[in-house]
């Protein structure tokens, strides 16, 4: 794995952090009183991000997701001695991310989330989410339609911020990193293991409907 393309990931998923805690804040300051409409901004500028981030660096590595990594290299297209890697560079890039979005916003750069999400149906929103992500992405590398990753990516995780009861974390990194800001997009780091071991359970339910929707897919 050569280090330019982990430093795309890791800088990938900053940024991707940077947008998804930054606009929940300045949402959440816009709108104190109306959580819906924090919802629809916090969702709308991840969505900008994500296309955004993924057109960047996609002719380089715009995995950003260890899930999406795990899924690449189940399905036989990344090799298995770049995955460690490539998540410890995802993970770093998150935690970057978390810190320096606190930061613009005058905030402490690592102040523990107290947002509890659990339950039953909030782990289930989970893989529902990881799952439909990993399809979204993979049908399109699987039919050489990968120009169309970026806006696809995005539409579907704006849409999933509100079909699924989790708001779609759908990524450990991410979960990782939203553990470490006490604002709208945080999670009780209590709670980010179970959301992780869903994404996780995702990554296998998704990985077995590719390869039998796409037999070439691995």
């Known amino acids: 794995m050569s280090a330019r393309r982990l430093l795309a990931e890791g800088t990938g998923t900053l940024f991707l952090l940077v947008g998804v805690v ?4 300045m949402a959440a300051r816009l709108s104190p009183t109306d959580q819906g409409l924090q919802l629809f901004q916090n969702a709308v500028a991840t969505a900008c991000v994500l296309v955004a981030v993924i057109a960047v660096f996609g002719t380089i590595s715009a ?24 998540i410890i560079a995802q993970v770093i890039g998150a935690v970057a991310g978390t810190v320096l979005a606190n930061l613009m916003f005058d905030l402490p750069a690592v102040d523990w989330s107290t947002t ?22 993979f049908s ?5 339609r990968t120009a169309h990753l970026p806006y696809v990516v995005g539409a579907y995780i704006g849409g999933a911020y509100y079909f699924t009861s989790s708001t779609s974390f759908a990524n450990p990194a991410v979960t990782i990193g939203r553990t470490l800001s006490d604002t709208f997009a945080g999670i009780d780091p209590t709670c980010a293991p179970m959301f992780i071991l869903m994404q996780v359970v995702g990554v296998g339910v998704a990985v077995a409907l590719l390869r039998a929707l796409f037999p070439t897919a691995g």
């Open 22 to 25: 930054g606009s929940g804040i």
């Open 116 to 137: 509890s999400r659990t339950g039953g149906p909030l782990w289930l929103g989970e893989v529902v989410a990881t799952v439909g992500l990993l399809l979204v992405v």
């Open 63 to 86: 995995d950003f997701n260890p899930a999406v990594t795990l899924a690449a290299w189940a399905l036989g297209h990344r090799a298995g001695r770049d995955v460690p890697s490539m």
């Open 140 to 144: 399109l590398v699987c039919t050489s």
